[in-house]
């Protein structure tokens, strides 16, 4: 800790090699993440919704992808090959957000023709991916 202190230390009193302040880079580089429960957010339910389309060769997928990917409730999108064509992580408030936001949101589309909500009850998320590098 003391070493870390002084190494910050000396960061602030040498001149900068970038247009950011020697602490911003220092603090940038350490890559730590910090998970904050969802609850402490007012979310209270998470859900899969995934979506089958109606005709692929109407519809311009970068379009709708970015559509999707800004509704304020939804958490990740992904645009798949398969039965399903997007798969979407939404948090909401309760049920009833739930609800609203599928029904308002995804169903008034006509570019969709089938989607289904799957509550989330658990999840693991892996916070590192895995290097398929060859090692030297």
């Known amino acids: ?11 602030i009193r040498r001149p900068p090699r970038s247009t950011l302040f020697p602490y911003t880079t220092l ?32 519809i311009s997928f970068e379009a ?14 992904y645009l798949l090959a398969g039965a399903v064509d997007f798969l979407v992580h939404v948090a909401v408030r309760d049920v009833q957000h ?16 089938h989607l289904e909500t799957s509550l989330i009850f658990e999840f693991a998320h892996r916070p590192t991916l895995p290097n398929y590098q060859p090692s030297d």
């Open 1 to 11: 800790r003391f070493v870390s202190f002084i190494f910050f230390f000396l960061m």
């Open 27 to 58: 603090f940038r580089s350490k890559r730590s993440y910090a998970e904050v429960l969802p609850s402490a957010l007012g979310i209270g339910v998470e859900a899969m919704i995934s979506i089958r389309l109606r005709q692929h060769t109407e």
């Open 64 to 77: 709708l992808f970015k559509e999707i990917s800004e509704i304020e409730e939804v958490v990740n999108v």
């Open 98 to 113: 739930l609800r609203s936001v599928v029904l308002d949101t995804f169903t008034s589309r006509h570019e969709i023709a």
